[in-house]
């Protein structure tokens, strides 16, 4: 059975890419990168490798913080381990409450991040070198969710690598399948308006009950119950 926390990191990479504040700008983004627009001859392919070296770009980063933390907190003892449980999970509970506006947070509401003001002659060089900063960087849009996502690694720091290349990949898929089918997915974000309406209210919701599963460590008895439920049905 796949570890369920797995699956919980790279959902969080689809959820940090439909955020209502990053979504629309997406194929904008991805044309900006490319020096090219969406209508040109030849664009998608351009825009689709330009998102390639992109997705690379922060992967890298997210890899080398898994392995940071994998190499830092894989020998601590089980009750340390206990205690960094219930940390994340009060940090995941606050992350939650945020989105759904119950309390300020006021560091989540300024931008950090590693501005990148040149751009290479190499479009890839540029793009790869923007993903790097987008992953070392903190926008209100993500950072809620990407933090939850730090807060789980560290809970499970034997997963830590894993854990953050699953959600880089849950973040990267879309980003390439954006910028392999840029005009459908103009279409497709263009008709999401309803939907992302609710969106904020659907994930503190769903980040509130993952904090409690790991503040009690229940998360992969949780998991476990599901497992045999689908065994016996």
Avoid: D
Wanted: aromatic letters at 14%.
């Amino acid at each position: 059975m796949v570890e369920p926390t797995i699956i919980v990191a790279f959902i969080a990479g689809v959820v940090s890419f439909v955020s209502p504040c990053v979504l629309p700008l997406i194929p904008g983004f991805l044309a900006y990168l490319s020096g090219t627009s969406t209508g040109q001859q030849g664009a998608r392919l351009k825009i689709f490798l330009n998102s390639v070296a992109f997705v690379l770009g922060f992967s890298v980063i997210f890899a080398l913080l898994g392995v940071l933390l994998n190499t830092v907190l894989e020998r601590v003892s089980y009750s340390v381990q206990t205690w960094l449980s219930r940390i994340g999970g009060i940090v995941i509970i606050l992350f939650a409450l945020y989105i759904l506006g119950l309390i300020k947070i006021s560091f989540l509401e300024r931008e950090h991040k590693f501005a990148v003001k040149k751009k290479f002659s190499i479009t890839y060089v540029t793009s790869f070198v923007f993903g790097a900063a987008f992953a070392v960087g903190w926008t209100p849009c993500v950072s809620a969710i990407l933090g939850s996502v730090f807060a789980l690694a560290v809970t499970k720091p034997a997963l830590g690598f894993v854990l953050l290349m699953s959600y880089a990949l849950g973040l990267g898929i879309p980003f390439l399948l954006v910028g392999l089918f840029t005009a459908q997915a103009i279409n497709l974000i263009n008709k999401s308006a309803t939907f992302l309406k609710y969106f904020n209210i659907i994930v503190g919701i769903l980040l509130l009950i993952l904090g409690i599963l790991v503040f009690t460590n229940k998360l992969n008895v949780v998991a476990n119950w599901f497992f045999a439920y689908s065994l016996l049905s």
